[in-house]
């Protein structure tokens, strides 16, 4: 079912965390089959986290293992820890077990390059990096990818693009973010770049995440709310939302609903 809300954008609320997974990959899917027939290839980044592990998991299974053209299809991180490649906590190493390493047919992937001498000798390859293998559009400042799926913190970041922090304002489409409250240097896609994406998929879940989603959909942008800011001026914007972050949206059903 959609929820009608402030925010034009429309939020698509799943039974459960399997049912808001199945209508992403769903999504996912006939966006990156689009732009290929289009373009002749299609550029994503994908989100880190714990929240899109399942998704991935689906899209390396059938039918979207086999149906999506994902030899066409150009893989990029929307952030990632300053940690080795093959670090736990390193989103690449988590993109390379649960999608990349069940395909049969491998996309280009194009990891943040941690190995870098520092995070900003890191932000700009990573940057030249996108210049290079995202096709460019006439009349744009940034890369313009057909799609970002992000997740949301419960105080409002996304990415790597977290409240307070300098990154907000970068007009360069990759940033080394320092995160006072985590001690640690993080990389991320800037606002001028989610903002020219042709699709932006936000995936939200759990409790914990609904008295956030209700600010940022209901108050408008707001610095303190960063995942607001990501409002692309020509790409459609939608979120993917589970029962429990729903919860405090108006006309959200207070209980179970069968899948619209």
Known sequence: ???????????????????????????????????VAARGVATMALAGGNTPQRLYRLLAAPPYALSIPWGRVRLFLGDERWVPADHPDSNAHMVRELLLAGLPEAPAFFPMPTDAADPAEAAHRYHECLVR??????????????????????????????????????????AAVFVPRLDS?????????????????????????????????????????PASLVRPADGELEWHVDREAAA?????????????
């Open 133 to 174: 293998e995202v096709p460019a559009e006439a009349g744009r400042a940034v890369p313009r990818l057909d799609l970002v799926l992000l997740g949301m913190g419960d105080d409002g970041h996304t990415a790597s693009l977290f409240p307070g922090t300098p990154a907000l304002d970068a007009a360069e489409p990759v």
């Open 248 to 260: 405090l949206l108006a006309g959200s059903p207070p209980g179970p609903e069968s899948r619209a």
């Open 185 to 225: 240097w993080r990389l991320s896609l800037t606002l001028p770049v989610l903002n020219a994406a042709r699709h932006v998929l936000f995936l939200v879940t759990g409790a914990d995440k609904a008295a956030t989603l209700a600010r940022v959909l209901g108050d408008g942008a707001r610095r303190t709310l």
């Open 1 to 35: 079912m959609t929820v009608p809300a402030p925010d034009p954008a429309p939020v698509i609320v799943g039974v459960g965390i399997d049912d808001v997974m199945a209508r992403a990959a769903e999504r996912i899917a006939a966006v990156l089959t689009d732009a």
